[in-house]
């Protein structure tokens, strides 16, 4: 019955505490006056022959509450009633969500101890992080070694994608290093995506060695379709302690330092060409603070669209119906009174 209610909002809505003084005066004429005498004025007693000796009481009562309900009526105009906000779309807000695929390498390098504990579940820790922050996106994983597979399609649930991080592992395909083919398997994913915004982010720590499709092919493709790659190289300057052979007796790997090398120059035009940008990390605080910069450069977009609404004061009805309470308690107390007489 009050739905009408909620179509309401006021401007001025402190005004509505002087409300509370209606009750108060209420109290004070009903119960605190209520065995004082009450007085009726009328020119003529012949009115009220037969008529019980309370009439006047329950008479001077209903003038007061029509009194009352003017009062009411006044207040609330003075708040400014209008049309609510709720009522009348005003501002339509959403997201314009990015489709992000991250394509890691996870060949026998990716093990050295440059990093803690090494790059590749550095890498894995990582990019954890980096799907917890994007609340609005789908992210995919991709996972390459001298082949590539998908690790995980493009998903709006980070806990099963942060699942799936957790549990990539290396040596699951042919040794070795495939860019061009990590790189394609990504574009792949986002060839059907409807988002306006397809992104990839290319983690390797070496040089293309395998696969059919040459890196640089693969960034072509990625150009055609709007996709833009960021492009991290990871490992740090001159030599890393990296697995070089199995130990026969133990199975546990045999370290060396050996020189770290990044094909830097294919990855920086694969960023170049697609509109990305390239990174090199060399500690887990670099790759961290990599992952940072690509979560504020691929911030999702806001689109506002916002409609002008006049919202009409709507206390005109109230001052009507206020005054209409006044005049009928005015008619009451003197004019059908006095006519009487």
């Known amino acids: 019955m009050l739905d009408w209610l909620n179509t309401y909002q006021f401007h001025e809505s402190w005004i ?13 004429h009903f119960f605190i006056k209520k065995n004082k005498n009450q007085t009726l004025k009328t020119s003529s007693l012949e009115l009220f022959n037969g008529v019980e000796s309370n009439y006047g009481k329950w008479f001077s009562h209903g003038k007061y509450l029509l009194k009352m309900l003017g009062l009411s009526f006044l207040i609330v105009a003075s708040a400014r009633p209008q049309v609510s906000l709720e009522s009348a779309s005003t501002k ?3 997201k314009e969500g990015i489709d992000i695929i991250i394509s890691m390498d996870a060949s026998g390098s990716m093990m050295a101890k440059d990093f803690s504990p090494d790059r590749f579940e550095a890498s894995k820790d990582l990019a954890k992080e980096f799907v917890h922050d994007r609340k609005n996106d789908r992210v995919g994983l991709v996972i390459f070694e001298g082949e590539a597979y998908t690790q995980c399609p493009l998903t709006s ?54 696969g059919k499709i040459h890196p640089l092919n693969a960034a072509d493709m990625a150009k055609e379709l709007g996709i833009r790659v960021y492009t991290i190289g990871v490992g740090t300057n001159g030599k890393a302690k990296t697995p070089v052979a199995i130990d026969p007796f133990s199975g546990k790997y045999i370290y060396d330092f050996v020189d770290v090398e990044i094909d830097e120059p294919t990855l920086k ?37 916002e409609y002008e609404v006049d919202l009409p004061e709507k206390g ?7 005054l209409l309470a006044f005049c009928i308690e005015f008619i009451v107390s003197k004019l059908i009174i006095k006519s009487i007489s």
């Open 157 to 210: 649930d980070r806990n099963i994608l942060t699942e799936l991080i957790e549990d990539a592992e290396q040596g699951i395909v042919e040794q070795g290093t495939a860019i061009g083919m990590g790189l394609a398997t990504a574009i792949n994913r986002l060839r059907e995506s409807k988002s306006p915004s397809k992104v990839i982010i290319l983690l390797t720590d070496g040089v293309n060695t395998h």
């Open 316 to 322: 005109f009805l109230f001052i009507v119906l206020g």
């Open 16 to 28: 509505l505490w002087f409300l509370l003084l209606i009750p108060i005066l209420l109290i004070h």
């Open 269 to 305: 035009e694969i960023a170049q060409e697609t509109g990305g940008k390239y990174f090199r990390a060399t500690d887990n605080e670099k790759l961290k603070a990599v992952y940072k910069e690509i979560n504020q450069l691929e911030t999702a977009k806001i689109k506002t669209i």
């Open 92 to 94: 339509q807000l959403y």
